[in-house]
């Protein structure tokens, strides 16, 4: 069946520090990626998104491409800032074959240190 | 902008008890997920429904019922609560239906406690 799976964390970051978070993915179709944030005592919130291979979904300063040969979606900013600590959940909808559902990563702690 | 609003956004029970977590989609939007997260872990679907019919069912477990209503908005039901049902519920709203391609947004969450 279909899967994310992510990097484990925690990962802690001093500021201005470039963040990588890898996602790797498995699934029978072609996927939609989503990367979501979790800030603690919140809801999850969208950050950024894409839809078919070699897609670039970018917000905030966070980017990640979709990488169909890899089967990759990795998050990346170039300069992280405390503000940006929170849990970073990666997810995927195979919307032909498993309708509309995400399925979800197991989540990665990120600590941004000043 | 309107979100996606759940009540309540906190729930004691003791074992054996029912509860009722409601959910309210952004305006317009006609599809509704729910989602457990236990504590540390990822969130799993639970069920979906689509202009007021299920559409798609995950690990819920018999105990637990929801529907959607003719406004959209959508209550899961849960009974004979257990300890293991201590988790956050998160529900979340899209626009069309499941496959369609559209974003799902996510309400804030309500955390049960079951004692």
């Known amino acids: 069946g279909n899967s994310v799976t992510q990097m484990e964390g925690p990962v802690t970051l001093s500021e201005e520090a470039f963040l990588t978070i890898n996602c790797t993915y498995t699934?029978?179709?072609?996927?939609?990626l989503f990367w979501y944030v979790q800030y603690p005592g919140e809801g999850l919130q969208l950050l950024l998104k894409a839809t078919k291979a070699d897609d670039k979904g970018s917000n905030k300063g966070f980017e990640a491409t979709y990488r169909k040969e890899t089967t990759s979606f990795h998050l990346e900013k170039g300069s992280v800032q405390v503000s940006d600590s929170a849990v970073y959940f990666c997810?995927?909808?195979?919307?032909?074959?498993?309708?509309?559902?995400?399925?979800f990563g197991q989540g990665t702690e990120l600590s941004v240190k000043p | 902008a309107a979100g996606v609003i759940q009540s309540p956004r906190h729930l004691i029970k003791e074992k054996r008890e029912t509860a009722t977590l409601k959910c309210y989609p952004i305006p317009r939007h006609d599809t509704v997920y729910w989602y457990q997260q236990g504590p540390g872990q990822d969130p799993q679907f639970l069920i979906s429904?689509?202009?007021?019919?299920?559409?798609d069912k995950g690990s819920i477990p018999d105990r637990f019922s929801a529907q959607q209503f003719s406004d959209y908005h959508s209550e899961l039901n849960m009974s004979s609560l257990e300890l293991g049902d201590s988790a956050l519920y998160f529900c979340a709203s899209s626009l069309g239906g499941p496959g369609e391609g559209e974003t799902q947004y996510f309400g804030p969450g309500t955390r049960l406690l079951v004692l």
């Open positions: 429904f689509y202009e007021k019919m299920q559409s």
């Open positions: 699934a029978t179709g072609y996927p939609s």
């Open positions: 997810a995927l909808s195979d919307l032909y074959n498993q309708g509309g559902k995400l399925i």
